[in-house]
């Protein structure tokens, strides 16, 4: 029986994919693409389109006409905000507590977020996940104490007690979020610092914090956020002096009725410092996205 020489046979040609059904498949997958992105769109900004609509029409054109763009085009909402001291104050009181917050928070979750990346000690994993559990509970369970605690010591209606109040969940998601950051710096680093002769402020403070500026900048637009829009805590423990805006909004309802304008327009007013802190940190979110962190 004759062996079958390998060299004898010829390759069996493999039918090449049409160039134009691959090009028609990747069409169909972009034309996807591309009605997924439009609808997305659509739904995230079609809410602040509308607030954005309501705020420069009168409340009459609000409750009787249905209208993509205003037909009576009026400032007056704005002007009510920027001339009423209870409504610009509102947003004072905030920028106060809510900075306050967040550079607090900052101060407190560096060092700790260092210990936790750095060093092993007795019960580390179990106090760093009893950080976490205080983030992921509601605010109102802690509402009664703080209510009884502040005004035991005379801190009710202060800048400095919704600051203090919040620093109970925004510490807790800084140190998480700086802990990874940290984390991804070689530990070699810190070595060579000290064999360098840096004392450990000077080396904390002039290499390692710029090492994770970005972190610093996550962790900072997050304790912004969460301090700018929490309403519960802000409302109950602030009567006047401290009253956030979040809680001035609910003036509107009155027994004439609900302030649609001025509340559309304190709305657009609300959205503005939060754009403005993600546009000088939206390259730190996204590395803090690469990382797993955020």
Known sequence: MDRLDPSRLEPVPVPAAAPTLR???????????????ALYLVFAILPVYWMVNMSFKTNVE???TFSLIPQDFTWDHYKTIFTDESWYSGYINSLIYVGINTVI?????LPAAYAFSRYSF???KHVFFWLLTNRMTPPAVFLLPFFQLYT????????IAVALAHLLFNVPLAVWILEGFMSGVPREIDET????????????LTIFIPLIKAGVGVAAFFCFMFSWVELLMARTLTSVNA?????????????????WGVLAAAGVLTIVPGAIVIWFVRHYIAKGFAMGRV
């Open 122 to 124: 007795l019960g580390d």
């Open 152 to 159: 035991t010591l005379g801190l009710m209606d202060t800048h």
């Open 105 to 109: 928070s900052l101060l407190v979750a």
């Open 23 to 37: 090009k028609a498949a990747s069409g169909v997958r972009l034309q996807k693409r591309v009605v997924f992105l």
């Open 62 to 64: 609000i409750l009787t």
């Open 193 to 204: 610092a000290y064999i360098d002769g840096y004392s450990f402020p000077r080396f904390f």
């Open 243 to 259: 009253k956030p805006i979040v809680a001035t909004m609910t003036r509107t309802v009155s027994a004439s009725g609900m302030d």
